[in-house]
């Protein structure tokens, strides 16, 4: 029985709910992440976003009307144009499904959609276009050969020219490969038509790609492979997101990894549709109504576009893109210093347990079972995907890292830090916070919180004391990503801290000894962290040229446990490891600077 696709997602928590027991015994404790219900949300809503991307894109750029004379039938000449939107998204859609990296991401498929807009713009007949190429407003980069067309997008659209550049050329290849269509040799010849006045450097122009009559051959050849991969890998039929409807989930964003259900109702009959209709059967696909500007260029003279979930992570990842890939991947000449002048030099310790972390963070296991074992079949690109935002994560951690290190020290009025930058918790937090932001920026599908938790080996609590203080110490921080963290503290506060295993519970039987019995009983008590050679072995961490790990293994601990698991044995909190601070023996506790008193505090009896 087919069922509405929002419905669907709003009755499956409560069906997991009901039903969890039970398929907990047919399948397993971890029935619900095999299912990867959370990933199909998030694929679900980057696709609704590059949808209602794509119709808003197409409404500025080409016209919905050939302009031909009246005594040809209007309704063929819509049809046309109709056609020419459904092949840049059938084209976008075959691109994501083989071009896309395992690790499937909003940024990712974004250029990838702006790829598709450049093969459009130079091949759709110029009659077509609801712009004026050589106006300076539309397309502002410019050379003396011609407006720069992938610069021009690149501002417009906000993706890297990079970026962009390899994704045209993902486009191009699968242009030559599945349409068989042969790249125009004559650069001049093509320079009459659709590139007149555009510089053909770094493009590729296939000669008559767009004509009535192949392109009619390339929507048929672009559905069966589309249709092809949608049987082999059982996904949502995603054609429909580029109909009419403005989005078939209203305003759903995602927001600390949940979903956002609006509860407008609209038209989902088609969502679940066969994938396997064909061409003749199904009706086209319906691009957006236009309404010309009064000059006729609604691309150059349209306003800014509202803010959606495609915007909003474009414009984080170019905040990410010029301020932080820039930075060194080593700590800073003024960071070594702070960490040297510890009462032991903490630099390798540091730099051992971020590459290790981080490490088992951004790994293939990270990325669910299906996209695990899509990543060791693919080649080495994803990998190159992952070491980027490993080093993303990095720099990002080194930058507020140091900016902490620079207020303590004011407020302390000297360079020792030792009981921070010797606090293993305090710097698992932070490393989690920094990649839970690039994971962000990026709208990974397969990766999202809490799976940082689980990696990091720290719990919601922990989590939920470093956020005030990351965002107060990056001041050129997104808008959005500090949303993003301040929905991620409310969550963790609200619902997650307070879950069975949560260190929470080892703050409060320090400051409510009364209930050190209950909370025994109840088996609350967070267990300790992983050790970080666990972590590296678990997850089959190299160090590279970094120094040897100075850390020991616990014993007994060959498995790399959740902290999130109840710890079942009774212990001594006040003399665990784990919640010890060697601030105490230097100053007392109510003078300790915000930051060391919060990771402080399990230590202190009241």
Not at 328 to 352: N, Q, Y
Request: glycine share 4%; aromatic share 8%; with cysteine.
């Amino acid at each position: 029985m087919l069922c509405r696709i929002v419905d669907f997602f709003k009755e499956m928590p409560q069906f997991c709910i009901k039903v969890g027991f039970i398929l907990t015994g047919l399948y397993g404790s971890d029935w619900e992440k095999r299912l990867e219900l959370q990933e199909l949300q998030a694929n679900l809503v980057h696709l609704c976003s590059l949808g209602r991307h794509y119709r808003r894109a197409y409404q500025e750029l080409f016209l919905l009307n050939d302009g031909k004379p009246a005594n040809n039938s209007s309704e063929l000449n819509v049809q046309q144009a109709s056609e020419y939107y459904d092949f840049g998204w059938l084209l976008f859609l075959v691109l994501r499904n083989q071009a896309s990296s395992a690790v499937k991401n909003l940024l990712t498929s974004t250029t990838e959609l702006v790829s598709v807009l450049a093969v459009l713009i130079i091949h759709i007949p110029v009659r077509l276009r609801n712009f004026s190429i050589e106006d300076s407003s539309c397309f502002a980069k410019k050379s003396d050969k011609g407006v720069n067309l992938i610069a021009s997008l690149c501002e417009r659209y906000l993706t890297s020219e990079d970026e962009l550049s390899k994704a045209l050329q993902k486009t191009n290849i699968l242009i030559k490969d599945i349409l068989k269509k042969k790249p125009c040799s004559d650069v001049s010849e093509c320079q009459q038509g659709s590139l007149s006045f555009i510089d053909p450097e770094g493009l590729t122009f296939f000669k008559n790609f767009l004509e009535e009559d192949s392109l009619k051959s390339s929507l048929q050849v672009l559905e069966k492979e589309y249709v092809n991969g949608l049987d082999t890998k059982g996904e949502l039929d995603a054609r429909m997101f580029a109909n009419e409807e403005d989005s078939l989930l209203g305003s759903g964003s995602l927001s600390g990894g949940a979903l956002k259900l609006p509860g407008t109702k609209r038209k989902y009959d088609d969502v679940m549709a066969s994938p396997t209709k064909s061409t003749a059967s199904r009706a086209p696909m319906s691009p957006p109504r236009f309404c010309p500007s009064p000059n006729g260029n609604s691309f150059c003279n349209s306003k800014m576009a509202p803010f959606t979930p495609v915007s909003t992570a474009m414009t984080t990842a170019k905040w990410l893109r010029s301020a932080i890939s820039p930075l060194p991947s080593k700590p800073s000449g003024e960071l070594l210093r702070f960490f040297s002048a510890c009462d032991k030099d903490v630099t390798d310790d540091i730099t051992c347990r971020a590459a290790i972390i981080l490490g088992a963070i951004f790994t293939g296991s990270s990325f669910g079972e299906r996209m695990c074992t899509s990543l060791r079949n693919t080649s080495g690109m994803d990998a190159i995907w992952t070491e980027q935002r490993k080093m993303e994560a990095l720099k990002l951690y080194y930058r507020v890292l140091e900016s902490m290190c620079r207020a303590e020290s004011q407020i302390l009025s000297g360079s020792n830090l030792t009981s921070l930058l010797s606090n293993e918790r305090f710097h698992r937090c932070m490393i989690a916070c920094s990649a839970e932001l690039v994971l962000a920026t990026h709208k990974t599908v397969t990766m999202m919180f809490p799976a940082v938790l689980e990696k990091t080996g720290i719990t919601a609590f922990d989590l939920s004391k470093v956020i005030e203080s990351f965002v107060r110490h990056e001041d050129s921080l997104p808008r959005e990503l500090k949303r993003h963290l301040n929905s991620l503290e409310e969550r963790l506060l609200e619902s997650m801290a307070w879950e069975k295993g949560s260190s929470m519970y080892n703050s409060l039987i320090v400051a409510r000894p009364t209930l050190s019995a209950e909370i025994n009983r109840l088996g609350l008590l967070a267990e300790p962290m992983p050790s970080l050679d666990a972590i590296a072995v678990h997850h089959d961490i190299s160090l590279g040229g970094l120094p040897p790990l100075p850390f020991h293994k616990q014993p007994d601990k060959d498995e790399v446990r959740s902290p999130k698991r109840a710890c079942t044995e009774r212990r001594n909190v006040l003399v665990d490891n784990s919640f010890r601070s060697p601030v105490k023996d230097v100053i007392k506790s109510k003078f300790l600077p915000p930051l060391q008193s919060a990771f402080a505090r399990f230590d202190i009896s009241s």
